[in-house]
């Protein structure tokens, strides 16, 4: 594993902290934020990932494609209401150049309903690109999903 | 079996309201003994089931697994390039032979006893079936020619390859008919590319999901993104064709030609949304394809099989019932071979619109649990109504508000089970 200054680790965790924070506390205006802009969000199945197949879950290239999923999210869908609780762990982090950093870490999101029902709704990598600073972003942030599978809907990003 | 006794006396399981086809009990959404009936009057019965694109399974060997109801399939191409398919179950003791969803195999052998079948089906092996030393074995009559994969018909549609259980039943260009067969060569009329998959659980019973598919009148309403962003409003020039006297229909709108704006902005639907805009319409970038000018058009061939143009999006959804109140949707997403890269960045950007996280989508993954909920311990006659645009099943050229291609499938529908 290549060795990463803590400096760096440090931000890697902040901008991952203030990530399912933004979702999981239902603060979704912010998680816009925490992307450059041009940028690239994409929540994919393995299935589809690992034969190279270029169709997404949801792909966002912009960060007015991020607020227009919010907007989405609380103007114009229909569904239950629910949320995330996210768990992440494994992280690696490998430097690209003095500013930038390729990340890989296990995600799984357990949506509970109004019901009380509870499952492991998501569960896969994060494999993403950071532009380091002291409020760093994501250039890229592609969600691999382990599932073939999504139940029901999709309206929260992951 | 609940169900043969039933069958055997003749007695339908339920009694249809005397409405026709303009009602649905909801008990067919719950019942299992009908459910089971289903099984066999419906997915084995005298009907065709899309099965996989041709182009998945080019190559000698290739193949893909998939259900009929829910029966395992495997639908290979053999050395001689044709396209079989064969019930996924091994003739000895009924393990499953292919567990992934595709590959490429040279025979199938299965896993537990290492019975092997060639890509036609035939058992080729039978391991130990002389014993060992002399002793054990199969018995000397044992015959393998008797012993081979189950395997059903088959047929490749202008690339979309159907499978049926029935001997009975027409070629698929005839069960489609001209109208339907017309639709399907006008989406198959150069080779196809696919660009990814979906797959959807839903909550609820597989024919909730076969009535919101053919169902112009609700797309506007729960959609609240197609009516707010002007993409598709029940006031767009369009409608309803018909196959095989509504068994099949096709629902098609044209965006460009709006005829009566006044009815959504003068109106107080939810789904129209005033202040709302899109900060990045980049993902909406099209181009028109189709010289008809037909925007948006859902087919839906009888009983589980739709096909999608949605702008540039373009797809096969399958319907599969996993159980009696939960079923899963599957997603086949495709391009042409010939797209230019604009194109091809076109349909994988206006994919945000379809799916289980699509815009214009994602809520017909949760309204039919909205209703398999809302119908629990309903009273014994109740019954959904489909009266909007009549009575009647007939093609409703220019007409979107209407509930015509439900009640084509609920005739269907009646028709096969004896209800």
Not at chain 2, 124 to 138: E, P, Y
Not at chain 2, 164 to 173: L, P, Q, R, T
Request: net charge negative; proline share 5%; charged share 25%.
């Amino acid at each position: 594993m290549p060795v990463v200054a803590d400096a760096i680790r440090h931000q890697i965790e902040a901008l991952n902290t203030r990530y399912i924070r933004a979702i999981d506390d239902d603060a979704l205006e912010d998680w816009p934020t925490l992307f450059t802009d041009p940028c690239l969000y994409r929540i994919v199945s393995r299935e589809n990932f690992a034969r190279s197949l270029p169709l997404s879950i949801m792909e966002c290239a912009s960060r007015g494609m991020l607020i227009d999923r919010v907007v989405g999210y609380r103007r114009v869908n229909v569904y239950e209401p629910q949320r995330y609780t996210h768990l992440l762990s494994g992280l690696v982090i490998e430097p690209l150049d003095a500013t930038h950093v390729r990340c890989k870490q296990n995600y799984a999101a357990i949506r509970t309903m109004i019901t009380g029902e509870m499952m492991i709704f998501s569960a896969g990598v994060y494999l993403d690109r950071v532009r380091l600073s002291d409020e760093a972003q994501f250039e890229e942030r592609i969600v691999v999903q382990e599932s073939r599978r999504v139940d029901t809907l999709l309206v929260i990003p992951l | 079996m609940a169900c043969s006794a039933i069958m055997h006396n003749d007695e339908p399981l339920i009694a249809w309201p005397k409405e026709g086809p303009t009602r649905a009990p909801y008990r067919v959404m719950h019942d299992p003994d009908i459910y089971r009936l289903e099984m066999e009057r419906i997915f084995r019965g005298p009907t065709w089931h899309y099965l996989c694109l041709d182009a998945e399974i080019l190559k000698p060997g290739d193949y893909r697994t998939t259900f009929i109801g829910e029966v395992p399939i495997i639908v290979v191409r053999d050395a001689e390039g044709q396209i079989n398919a064969l019930v996924n179950r091994c003739a000895h003791k009924g393990a499953m032979l292919c567990i992934e969803p595709a590959g490429n195999r040279n025979q199938f052998a299965c896993v537990y006893h290492a019975w092997t079948y060639d890509l036609k089906g035939a058992l080729t092996s039978v391991a130990f079936q002389r014993g060992l030393a002399g002793k054990g074995g199969m018995p000397r009559d044992f015959d393998p020619k008797c012993h081979g994969l189950t395997g059903i018909r088959v047929e490749n549609f202008c690339g979309m390859v159907f499978g049926s259980f029935s001997e009975k039943v027409e070629d698929v260009e005839t069960y489609l008919g001209p109208e339907m067969a017309a639709h399907v060569r006008r989406i198959f009329n150069r080779p196809v590319e696919v660009l990814g998959y979906y797959h959807q659980v839903l909550p609820n019973n597989w024919k909730l999901y076969m009535e919101n598919s053919r169902d112009p009148y609700h797309a506007t309403i729960l959609h609240a993104f197609y009516a707010t962003f002007k993409l598709n409003r029940l006031s767009m020039q369009g409608g309803v064709a018909l196959g095989k006297q509504g068994w099949h229909n096709l629902l098609y709108s044209a965006a460009e030609r709006d005829i009566q704006k006044e009815n959504y902005e003068g109106g107080h639907l939810r789904s129209v949304i005033r202040d709302v805009g899109l900060a990045d319409s980049t993902f909406l970038d099209r181009r028109q394809e189709f010289d008809d000018g037909i925007t948006v058009a859902i087919q839906s061939i009888f009983p589980t099989c739709n096909t999608q143009q949605i702008y540039n999006t373009l797809a096969i959804r399958q319907t599969v019932p996993l159980s009696l109140e939960k079923s899963e949707l599957h997603w086949t997403c495709f391009g042409y071979q010939d797209d230019d890269e604009e194109l091809r960045r076109m349909r994988n950007l206006q994919a945000n619109l379809i799916g289980p996280a699509g815009y214009v989508s994602m809520e017909d993954g949760s309204v039919g649990g909205y209703v398999q909920r809302g119908i629990a311990g309903a009273e014994e006659d109740a019954a959904a109504i489909m009266e909007m645009g009549g009575r009647t099943i007939e093609p409703a050229p220019g007409i979107r508000a209407t509930e015509v291609a439900l009640r084509g499938f609920w005739q269907a529908y009646r028709d096969l089970m004896g209800f």
